[in-house]
């Protein structure tokens, strides 16, 4: 299988840089290719804008879903996303790894999520009508593609809970 694995973490010398290292080490012993994007050892670019799209007229207003799917289709897309699109390409299966901040994935990871999953590439593809709405995570091109979450978390356990004192929409419940 071709794993890919999406890492977040400033510090290599981490707890997550040794569950990364121990991931792609099982994961090579057991006959699996492997591939790591290390987001903040490429210095990923995390937001989302303008600068995504190349030959974009500078003078015309930026629509993130429409310039998105018009680079994509065109192959005007910055080439760190075309990067990490073949990358998903080739995957059988995706690992996106990262210690949970403020009770989510830390930004570059989300923008890698939005820049990446480019409408037309991981979202808003087949058919749109009054009864189906775009082929959909199952559907689309990750069809038959298998994903995991490695999430680390740096608190007690109560703060994770399904008795946190936080906003019960924003915790994990483990």
Partial sequence: MNVLIIYAHPERRSLNGALNDFAVQRLRDNGHAVQV???????????LDANDIRE???EAPFHASLDSKHAYENGLQSRDIEIEQDKLRWADALILQFPMWWFSMPAIMKGWVERVY???FGYGVGEHSDTHWGDRYGEGMMAGKRAMILVTTG???SHYGPAASTDRSTTCSF
Wanted: glycine letters at 10%; zero cysteines.
């Fill in 37 to 47: 994007s290390d987001l903040y050892a490429m210095n990923w670019k995390a937001p």
């Fill in 56 to 58: 974009r007229d500078s």
């Fill in 118 to 120: 480019a409408y037309g």
């Fill in 155 to 157: 608190g007690w356990e």
